[in-house]
Each structure stands twice: as C-alpha cells, then as structure tokens.
C-alpha cells in the first residue's frame, strides 16, 4: 500500500467530519478512515439528548458568551478558557453546517432548529433531534463520507503507531476479517478512537468497545495523557445494565425521587433542581443511596426517575427511545410507573493531550473527540457539549493535518516490524499451565474502579484501586485466548481491550491518588473542596520504563475569574 | 456477568442455544454446537452468548457493540426470525420456540458469511452507495453554515420514523426477492432512498429515482411485507416502497421503463374511471402475478387515500381471473390494515 497523507483511526463523529475536513481542505490528499466497526457503528450513535450551540431559536437572548460561560463554570475552571472559546464560537456555524448538509433535525414552531433545556446550562441551547440526535448525525456524515469517496477500511483493529525518534512513520493495525497485520504508513494519524468510560465495565453506559485504545496507543507511544482521573458520572443509568437514560427526560421534566418520595434534589441545587450538572446530581444520588433513602433489590440499590406525570403523548413523541429502553432492559413502562435508575460511569473528560489545533506533542500525531483532551470540559461536561467537541476539534484536526501534512516526510514500517507485533500477539495462544479468564479480569476491574475509584474516592481506596489494578495486570500475563482462528478473532480482539483498558485505568487511579482536592467530577471525601492555590492545573500522565509517571500543565486562563461553583 | 444471573432463583432454568458454526479456515461446511446454560428471566440472547463465549467457548463469533439496540451490530437470526440479540429475551423466544428450551441461533441471510454468526456488510454499504443514499444538499458547500433551512415539523415526520433506521439488516435478511436476487436494491436501502429523497434539502431526487427504477430496483419488490414485520425498529418500510413507486408514476414521462409505463396505464385507468378496465390492464402483457404484486397495493393506497371508491368487480373473465378476484380481496384487506395500523 502506498503511504497515506492521513490516517485517521475511529469512524464516530470526530473520525469522520475530520476526514471530510481533510478533503475539503486539500482534495489532493490520500486519506483513509480505519474503524474497528462500521462508522454508523461508533458510539456516537448511542447519543440521545443533542448538541448545544447559542442559535438563539429556544432563547432570544441566549448568546455565544454564556455558552462559554456555562461550560467554564460546569468544568469547574478547569477548562482552557481559549479552546472553550473556540468551541462555542464554531458551534452555531457547526449546526448549521450539518443541517446544511443534510442531518434531520427536530423543529420549532417558526421552522427553525428545535432546542431544549439541558443541565448546566442557563439557557434552553441543546439542538436536537427527538432523542436521537448522536444517530442522526453519525449517520448523516457517514452518509456525507461515501458522498465525497472517502476510504474506509472498516473492521480493522489499530494496534501501534509506528515510532522513529520524535516522529511517528505511520499506525500499525490488523484487518479483523483476515487477521493481517497490516502497516499503514503515513504523514499524519489522527487518533479519535472515542472514551475510555467502559474500563468500568458494567457500571458503565458505554459501547463494549468504549476501552481507550487510541489513548493507550498513544501512552505506549510516550505522548502525555492529561487529566484522566476526571470520569463523568451520568446520573441516571438503568440498575440492571448500567445503560443510559437521557438527561432529555429530566429536561422534559422528570423527577429525581427517593424511597420516600421525596424530589430530594431540592436539598442540593435548590433552582436547578434535577437540571444541576451532573457531577453534582451524581453525587446527590449516591449520598441518597448512601444514607439509606435508596430502593433496595438484588441488582442493587436504587432511586427513581418518574415522568408519569408527562403524560403517555409527550413520553411517546419526544422520549420514544427512552420508554422502549426501560421496557427491554428493565421491563418498565415509564408511562405507568417510575424508572429505577443509579449512577453509571458515562464520559472521560481525560485523553490524548492536544494543543487547540488537535496536534500531540509527537510530530505528525494528533488527537480528537473524546478521545482526546484540549480540554474543553475541564473537571466535568456539560451534557450536549460532548457532541459539539467531536463535531468541532474533529473539524479543526482534519483541517491541521491536512495543512501539516506536507511538512512530513512519508514514514516507512519494516515487515520486521509487523512480523514482531504478529508474535506479540500470538503468543498468547499458546499458554500452557494455568490460565486466566479474560471475562473475570474485566469484571474485576469494572469492579474495582467503580468502588475505589467511583463517585466518592478517598485515600486508602485509592490505594486499594491502584494495587488491585497492578495485580490484575500480573494476571493479564497469563490470559489466555482460546480462539486461536485468524478470521474475525472476537475473543482476540476482547483481549487487547482489556490490555487498553488496564494500562489507561492506572493512569486514572494514579491521577485521582495524586490530586488531593474535590473538583467537577472528582470528589475525595478526604479533600472535600476544591484547593485552586495548589491544584488549579492539568495532570498529565507520561508512560516512563512501563509505569506511568506524573507531570503537570497549567489551565489557561481568560476573561474568567475562579469563583466558587454553585447551582 | 453469571453472578447476577445466578442471584435470583426465581424464574431460572436451562436453556440450550444451537449455534451455527463455520470457520472458514478449517470447515468445509457449517454445523452446530449446542450450549446448555442456566437462564434467569431477564436476560437477553446476546447476554446468553456473552456468557457462552466468556465461559464456555471463546471461538463462538459474533458482533456487538452497544448493546442497548443502537448501533445495529447484533443483527442474527433467532430461531429463524432476524433481529438484535441485544433487544431479545430469552423468555419471550422460548415462549414461541417449537422445540422446547431450545434456541437456535444462526447468522442473517443474504448477506455472505464470514464466520459463525458474522456476516459481510459490504454489500450493503455497495448498493447505499449505487442509490446515492446521502442528501446532496442544494447549498453549495461554501455557503454553509451561515443559515439554516427552514423546514417544517410537518416535512420532518415525513423522513423522521425512517432516520431511525440503524442499518442492522435484519428486514435485508428476511426479504425474499433477495434470496433469489442478491443484485436487489434490498428494503433499507429503499428507505433511505425514499428517506433522501422526500428532504427538501436534496438535489438528487430525479437521479436517484432514475437508478431506483432500473433493474433489480424498486419494481422487483413482490410486497410480501417481510421486511416491514422484521424491522427492529418497526420502521413502516412499506409506506417508503409505496411512496417512491407513486413517485415513479407522478414523474413519469421523464425516465420510461417498462415497470412505470404500465403502472402509469394502470393507475391513470383507476383514477380517472374509478374501476378497473380489462383491456387496459397491463395482465395481459406481464401476467396476473406481476400486477398483483406491483400495482394493487399501490393502486388501493392510492384509492384509500383519495377516497375514490374501489373499483367494481372485473365483469369479463379472463385467463386466472378467480386468483384475481380472490387476491385483490385479500390485498385489499391487507392495504386496510396496513394503514390502521400506521395511523397508530
Ligand atoms: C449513552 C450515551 C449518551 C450520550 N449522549 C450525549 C448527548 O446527548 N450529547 C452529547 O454531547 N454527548 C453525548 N454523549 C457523549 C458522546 O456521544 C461521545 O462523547 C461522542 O460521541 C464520542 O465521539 P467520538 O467520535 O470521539 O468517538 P466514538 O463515536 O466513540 O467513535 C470511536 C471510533 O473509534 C473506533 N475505534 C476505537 N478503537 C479502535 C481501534 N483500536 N482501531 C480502530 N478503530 C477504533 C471505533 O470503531 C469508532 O468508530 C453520550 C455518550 C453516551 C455513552
Ligand atoms: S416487501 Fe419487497 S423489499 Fe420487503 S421483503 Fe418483500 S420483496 Fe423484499
Ligand atoms: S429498516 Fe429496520 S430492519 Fe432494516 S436495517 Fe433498518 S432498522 Fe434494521
Ligand atoms: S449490540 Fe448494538 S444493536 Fe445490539
């Protein structure tokens, strides 16, 4: 194959408008999009409630300044207050952008986009499109990708950048259908492989391929993680799956209500109620639950989310999703009775270090979506905001990539190379003696994350956290994978995940030990408030001889003061 | 995973799942593997495959992703019928299951295997990209972003229930032209045509339609409803195949074929007349059965909706005239039904 200008890995929303970028910006440029599913696959699909963006079509008089206002404030200062300019200022040209091109979108009375009320947020300013929005736009620029020609190699799994000296030569993957191993040599990789929220497995609303693979390819590589230690909670995730419930149907206007019946969110954000921002609802819930005011059952303990009092019309037009979800996986009607609902581990606000153009520190890398970090959402993100990251900091690192692309030399990867990465692989087929099951190890470490570094996280359980994860990474030495086929290896494939999975959950327990104050979605019962004279900066976390190493990087600033955050 | 499938004691019991198995590298011919595990109500069939490969035989392949019945990945056969694993009780299977306990799950039809329950989606992608299946917007690219277009709700529910679609493959799997006919349009990608092709934003409607009448297109449908009943996300498909055919006949004139030159005898033979005409149904030169399967339904909806009366009973016998009658009774009824239930 020869060598590709970019190499962008991940098909979901930032994959994509980043490649379309790329063409538009130089239509010369060999470029291929590499995804481990189908593009219309990606995650970004499963987002429900929408994208914010100050249209002004809900709100008059809602303005661009508020949207980056919102969103500083809801990361708790620690967002880089340039990058959350950039991000609001793009984000009505962005929406519009992609009605332009074609996406459906629900409607307001006078014809215009349709917006609705979203947490954290002062103004209703989340366009949507019923609760579908995440779909409607992944397949919209799938759609918009096979318009224009781009190459997919769809199924291809990305293993490795291939590095020389301070550069990267090109990304190394295997073709899922064949087992290759196959080399993509290249000027430029962009890495948008999405979040790392599934390393706590079932507690998790994420993609079972949610595991941080661009990430844990990139801290492998030696490129700086930042701010991993801040996980999203979303509130409201389904007891038995962890699967989500959008924030749509709080904005629509359900209740939070405990086993009392009590709409307990008047005791923490007496105006927000149950539209606070999420860390905070999160963090409501499980007092809750903590001090005893939850519903007990054998798939744990419990409160509910009640939109009996929409009406069974509204519930049917706007929350559609929402009702055949509670039914499949919970066998309840949300029209007849409350929903049982608790946290569940839904974002990373961490990732791949990129500057506000999507570069890495390593030349010709570059990083977007959730799987980056320019960091827009800071300590925690406001719902809706997530989508616009994707759509807008993709959109940039196409446009940089496809920009720089000249500036490099076309990297070369040996077959000596590939054949090392083949072995590395197969070598844990064969294991003789006592194995360990892949299964056990990821149900462990969901586990272990969610109960020591989950919503409420203190010293020693973080020190319980860091060393259960050193011991499952000794006993991943020894998994073992049964299929030993080269055509469409599952249990192969589920096995690098979880390697992902392991080196990027030490980074977070590491950050989450290290940073010894209670900010956004980071709370530490042992520093319950947030220390700006000490820790008002970025972690970053560097893989130093196989361990991860601690640095630090400041938050720039802007037009806005730290001040106390409250709802 | 099994720990909380244990937990409960009620409403537990052993489950066997038949699975289709073929490697390529090693089979000369597909087999099946049972697996016998302990279900609790509750749990879905992906979850029981889950376990299956977490706990009994790592090489049993499939796909998932989301497992929330979003992504499309899970699309297989469960005793017989195509839908998501993800979304499906075990209980609710084995309630209709012919052989008691027992679930056999295979990989969707007419699409090539891969491996075990892995089939190749690239045909699919092949022909969404052959019928264009993506708006190209009447703005041009440098315009965009300044200004939306505004578009009513009422434009918006014309294409809102079929965005749903989530590519799964399920109705491609259970169409049965495409069983004879894998050169097919296939039914989701007749409703992402008919999708595009009712947004005012589009410029490629001729075009597409253009392509959607050829062979293998939109005519080849034989309206067996399958799809429509396989559809994971009850997607009314059918409405999408009507809607491009009586586009088809409304632009006529502009691309002939011989499907829409007869449909458009036909339709106008109803319209204006308000009853069917021997001599100018077009039985004569493409069969009973082709008219059945290509008109009639279009022709009642297009009735049911202008209110005309239907059409007397054919006074002249002709060749298979009693097969005639009896099914443009039933197809009437069906067309009744059809719209009951849309109107839902
Ligand atoms: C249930 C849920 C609801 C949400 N709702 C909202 C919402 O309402 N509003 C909002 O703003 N945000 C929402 N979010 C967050 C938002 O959806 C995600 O942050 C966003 O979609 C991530 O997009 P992405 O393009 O970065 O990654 P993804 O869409 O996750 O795409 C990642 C891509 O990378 C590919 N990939 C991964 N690993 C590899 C590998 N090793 N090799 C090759 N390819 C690989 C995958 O195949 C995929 O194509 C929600 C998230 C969840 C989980
Ligand atoms: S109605 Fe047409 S498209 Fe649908 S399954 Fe039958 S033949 Fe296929
Ligand atoms: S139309 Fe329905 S069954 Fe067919 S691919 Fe789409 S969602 Fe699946
Ligand atoms: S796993 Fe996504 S639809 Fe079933």
Redesign the interface.
């Known amino acids: 194959m020869k060598p590709f200008d970019i190499v962008i890995v991940g098909g979901g929303g930032a994959g994509l408008y980043a490649a379309m970028e790329a063409m ?1 910006t130089n239509p010369a440029l060999n470029i291929a999009v590499l995804s481990k ?2 593009p ?4 970004t ?2 987002a429900q409630g929408g994208a914010n963006a100050a ?1 002004g079509n809900k709100a008059k008089d809602d303005t661009v300044e508020m949207h980056i206002f919102d969103t500083i404030k809801g990361g708790d200062y620690l967002a880089d207050q340039d990058a959350v300019n950039v991000l609001c200022t793009e984000a009505p ?2 929406i ?2 992609l ?4 996406t ?4 307001m ?5 349709a917006q609705r009320p979203f947490g954290g947020a002062t103004l209703p300013r989340c366009c949507y ?2 609760d ?1 929005t995440g ?2 736009i992944l ?2 620029l799938y ?2 990708c ?2 224009k020609g781009v190459i997919f190699f ?1 199924e291809y799994f990305a293993l490795k950048l291939s590095v020389s000296g301070s550069r990267s030569k090109g990304l190394i993957a295997m073709n899922m ?1 064949t087992g290759r191993i196959e080399a993509f040599a290249a000027k430029t990789v962009i890495l948008a492989t999405g979040g790392y929220a599934k390393m706590y497995w ?1 507690r998790s609303s994420n ?3 949610n595991t941080g693979d661009g990430q844990a390819i990139a801290y492998r590589a030696g490129i700086p993680m930042k701010d991993m230690e801040f996980v999203q909670f979303h509130p409201t995730g389904l007891r ?2 962890g ?2 419930i959008t924030e749509g149907a709080r904005g629509e206007g359900g209740y939070l209500l405990n086993k009392d019946g009590e709409r307990f969110m008047a005791r923490y954000a007496k105006e927000k109620m149950e539209l606070g921002p999420r860390d905070l609802v999160s963090r409501s819930i499980e007092t809750e639950i903590l001090q005893g005011r939850g519903f007990d059952s ?2 744990g303990t419990y409160i509910h989310l009640d939109l009996t009092h929409l009406g069974s019309d509204l519930i049917k037009s706007r929350l559609p ?1 929402i009702r ?2 509670s039914m ?2 919970e ?1 309840v009607d949300p029209i007849e009775e409350p929903i049982p609902i608790r946290p569940t581990a839904h974002y990373s606000m961490g990732g791949i270090d990129t500057d506000n153009f999507g570069r890495t520190v390593m030349d010709g890398v570059y990083a977007a979506g959730e799987c980056g970090c320019v960091s827009v959402h800071g300590a925690n993100r406001l719902g809706g905001n997530s989508l616009l990251d994707i759509l807008v900091f993709g959109r940039i690192a196409g446009h940089t990539a496809a920009e720089e692309a000249g500036k490099f030399a076309p990297g070369m990867i040996s077959e000596a190379e590939l054949a090392e990465q083949y072995d590395a692989i197969r070598s844990g087929m064969h294991s003789s003696g006592r194995y360990e ?3 056990e190890l990821r ?1 462990e470490l969901g586990q272990t994350l969610a109960l020591n570094v989950g919503i409420y996280r203190e010293s020693s359980l973080l020190q319980k956290g860091i060393a259960d994860i050193a011991e499952l990474k000794e006993r991943f030495k020894k998994v073992r ?11 192969l494939i589920q096995v690098l995940e979880l390697k992902n999975m392991l080196d990027l959950a030490e980074t977070v327990a590491a950050g989450a030990f290290a940073r010894q104050e209670s900010r956004g979605s980071h709370t530490r019962t042992d520093f319950p408030v947030r220390d700006d004279a000490n820790w008002h900066k970025h972690t970053l976390a560097t893989m130093v001889n196989g361990n991860v190493t601690l640095g630090e990087k400041p938050v720039t600033m802007g037009r806005y003061e730290l001040q106390e955050r409250t709802y | ?1 099994m720990a ?1 499938i244990d ?2 004691k009620e409403g537990k019991k052993d489950v066997t799942f038949r699975v289709f198995r073929f ?4 089979d000369s011919k597909p087999y099946f593997d049972d697996y016998t595990i302990p279900v609790e109500r ?1 749990v879905t069939v992906l979850r029981s495959l889950n376990y299956i ?3 009994i ?3 049993v ?13 899970c699309g297989m056969r469960v005793n017989g019928l195509s839908q998501l694993a993800c ?1 499906t ?1 075990v209980w609710d299977v084995l309630a209709k299951s012919r052989e008691p306990e027992v679930i056999k799950v295979e990989p969707l039809r007419n699409l090539p295997l ?2 075990d329950l ?1 089939v ?3 045909p699919l ?1 092949d022909k ?2 052959h019928y ?6 009447i ?1 041009p ?1 440098a ?11 009422e434009e ?1 529910l014309r ?2 229930k079929a ?2 679609c ?2 799964c493959a399920s109705c491609v799997s259970e169409c049965s032209i495409l069983r004879a006919n894998k050169e097919y349009v296939s039914p989701a990608v007749l409703l992402k045509s008919y999708r ?1 092709n009712v ?1 005012s ?2 410029s490629l409607h001729d075009h597409r339609l253009a392509a959607l009448v050829q062979d293998h297109g939109v005519w080849d449908c034989t309206h067996c409803y399958r799809c429509q009943e396989s559809c994971v996300k009850s997607i009314p498909i059918m409405d999408a195949i009507h809607g491009i055919r009586e586009d088809a006949i409304e632009c006529r004139g502009k691309k002939d074929t011989s499907g829409s030159k007869h449909a458009e005898a036909f339709m106008s033979d109803i319209e204006k007349k308000g009853k069917l005409v021997e001599a100018t149904l077009p039985i004569r030169t493409n069969g009973v059965v082709w008219t059945l399967q290509n008109l009639l339904p279009m022709a009642m909806k297009m009735i049911m909706k202008r209110r005309t009366p239907p059409p007397p009973p054919l006074v002249k016998s002709a060749k298979g005239i009693k097969v005639f009658r009896e099914m443009f009774r039933e197809m009437t009824e069906h067309v009744k039904q059809d719209h009951k239930s849309h109107k839902k």
């Open positions: 538009k599913v189908y219309n696959r990606s995650h699909s499963a249209l040209k962005i519009r952008e009605e332009n091109m074609g459906p979108w629900s409607r009375e006078d014809n215009t986009i499109c019923s579908k779909h409607t397949q919209t759609e918009q096979l318009k769809n259908k079932n993609a079972a391929g038995k799956s699967l989500l054998p798939a999703q055949e979800m499949q996986f066998g099951r892949y299964g149900e994978v049964i299929d030993t086929s080269d055509v469409f290896n599952t249990n | 995973m909380s937990q409960h490697n390529p590298q090693v509750g490969k977490e706990h035989d790592g090489s392949s499939f796909r998932a992703f989301c497992q929330a019945g979003i992504c499309g990945s979304t009780q891969i491996k892995i190749d989606m690239d992608v969404m990209k264009s299946n993506w708006v190209d917007s703005m690219e315009q965009m972003g300044k200004k939306e277009f505004l578009i009513s709700e918006f294409y809102d965005t749903d989530i590519l595009m947004d934003r589009d």
